[in-house]
C-alpha cells in the first residue's frame, strides 16, 4: 500500500514538472519595435500581437540615448512619470519578462515620452 501512494506522488509531480514545462516552452521573446528598436514611434508595433505572462520583451536601443522605464501603473505612465516601484533599465539590450496584465514602459530621458517614446502591454 505505501508503494502505491509513492507511485502515485510521483506521477503527480512528473504531471506538475510537465506543466510547468510546457508553460515554460510556450514563453515568446519579442524584440520591442522589430528591427528599429526602441526608438520612437514603437507604439504601433504592438498591434495584432497577443503577449502572454512569462513572455520576454527585448529592448534594444543606444544607452546615450534611451533608457527604459517599466511601471504598472498607469497613471504614471500616462504623465511620463517614474512611480513608485517603477524600474528604470539602461544597458540597450534590457530584456524584461511579462506579468499578467498591464505592463508599462517609457523612455525616461527628458522629453522621450512625451514625444510618444511609450508602449502599453496587456499580458494574458
Known sequence: MGQGKGNA???TLLLCLSLLQSHMAQ????FVGGSKGWTFNVAPWTKG??????????????????NVVAL???VGYN?????KGSKVY???RDRIKLV??????FCGFPGHCK???KIAIYAF
Not at 514563453?27 to 519579442?30: G, H, N, R
Not at 499578467?100 to 514602459?105: E, L, M, Q, S, V
Open 90 to 92: 539602461q544597458t540597450g
Open 72 to 74: 504598472n501603473n498607469k
Open 100 to 105: 499578467k496584465g498591464y505592463n508599462f514602459f
Open 115 to 117: 514625444a510618444g517614446l
Open 27 to 30: 514563453a515568446a521573446v519579442y
Open 79 to 83: 504623465w511620463c512619470q517614474k512611480t
Open 9 to 11: 506522488m510521483a506521477i
Open 49 to 66: 500581437k497577443r503577449f502572454r505572462a512569462g513572455d520576454v520583451l527585448v529592448f534594444n536601443y543606444s544607452k546615450m540615448a534611451h
